[in-house]
C-alpha cells in the first residue's frame, strides 16, 4: 500500500555536522540525485537510510516510493487517511505527507531521490544492528489498526525488555513503545555487547542520555543523541 521503504528522513540545519556524526559512527554516504532544491544528504550502514535534509520538515518523518503515487492516495484516503500535504500537479515531483494516530508523519514520493551504495554485507556501525524504529505511542490498539492495513504485520505485545508491539515488514520494521519516558521516535539499535559499545562511545565523548523506556538497566543501555536531534536507542540485545 505504501510501496518500497526509501529512508526515515530528519531535519538536519547544520548537514555538515550531521554527516560527520554518522561517519564516524561508521555510516556511508550513498549518492543522491537533485530531486530536491536544498542541501541533502543520505547515510547508511546496509539497512538503515536515513535522510538528512537542511529544509524544514516533519523530523523524523518515514518515507516511502510509490511510482504510482497519484492513482493510490484515493485508496488511501478510502482508509480514512487524510492528507496533510499534497503535491500531485502536472509538473511537479508528486508527493503526499500524512500522520498515523500518535503524530507520526509519513511521506510518499513518486521516485527515489539518491542511489543505493553497493554494501553487501552491510557495514555496521559502531551502534550495533538497526533493528526497528520505535514509535512511543499510549494506544498501541489504534497504532496497529493504522498500520496493519498498509502492509505492515503487527505480532503480539512483548514485555521484555518493555512493552512493545512489533509490526514487521520486508524493509523497515517498526515497533510501537508502551511507553512514558520517550519524548519522541528512537531509531533502535542491538547487540549483544552494548555495554563495551556504549562505554567507547562515552570515551569519544559523544552525548548520551538515560531517556529510556521504563525498567531499562542505564549501564548496558543508553540514547545516543545526534547534532540534529535524532535518538538513537542502543539497546543490549534481549
Not at 538536519?12 to 554527516?19: D, G, N, Q, T, V
Request: aromatic share 8%; proline share 10%; hydrophobic share 40%.
Amino acid at each position: 500500500m505504501l510501496g518500497r521503504f526509501l529512508e526515515i528522513s530528519v531535519y538536519a540545519p547544520a548537514i555538515r555536522e550531521s554527516l560527520a556524526f554518522y561517519e564516524a559512527l561508521g555510516f556511508v554516504q550513498a549518492p543522491v540525485g537533485e530531486t530536491w532544491n536544498h542541501p541533502y544528504a543520505v547515510v547508511t550502514d546496509g539497512r538503515l537510510y536515513l535522510g538528512l535534509h537542511a529544509a524544514p520538515i516533519p523530523s523524523p518523518t518515514l518515507t516511502f516510493v510509490h511510482p504510482q503515487l497519484a492513482d493510490r492516495v484515493p485508496e488511501l484516503e478510502s482508509l480514512g487517511i487524510r492528507m496533510e500535504e499534497r503535491q500531485l500537479g502536472e509538473d511537479v515531483f508528486h508527493q503526499v505527507v500524512f500522520r498515523d494516530p500518535a503524530g507520526q508523519a509519513v511521506r510518499l514520493v513518486e521516485a527515489r531521490t539518491f542511489s543505493p551504495p553497493g554494501i553487501d554485507p552491510p557495514v555496521g556501525s559502531t551502534c550495533g544492528y538497526f533493528a526497528e524504529f520505535g514509535m512511543p505511542t499510549r494506544d498501541a490498539p489504534a497504532g496497529r489498526a493504522f498500520w496493519e492495513p498498509l502492509g505492515f504485520v503487527a505480532l503480539d505485545e512483548t514485555q521484555q525488555p518493555f512493552p512493545r508491539t512489533p509490526l514487521a515488514s520486508e524493509r523497515l520494521n517498526l515497533a510501537l513503545y508502551r511507553t512514558r519516558a520517550l519524548r519522541g521516535p528512537v531509531l533502535t539499535f542491538e547487540d549483544a555487547d552494548m555495554r563495551e559499545r556504549i562505554a567507547r562511545l562515552r570515551e569519544r565523548g559523544l552525548k548520551l542520555t538515560d531517556e529510556m523506556p521504563d525498567g531499562l538497566d542505564d549501564s548496558a543501555n543508553a540514547v545516543l543523541e545526534a547534532p540534529e536531534g535524532t535518538r538513537l536507542l542502543l539497546l543490549s540485545e534481549p
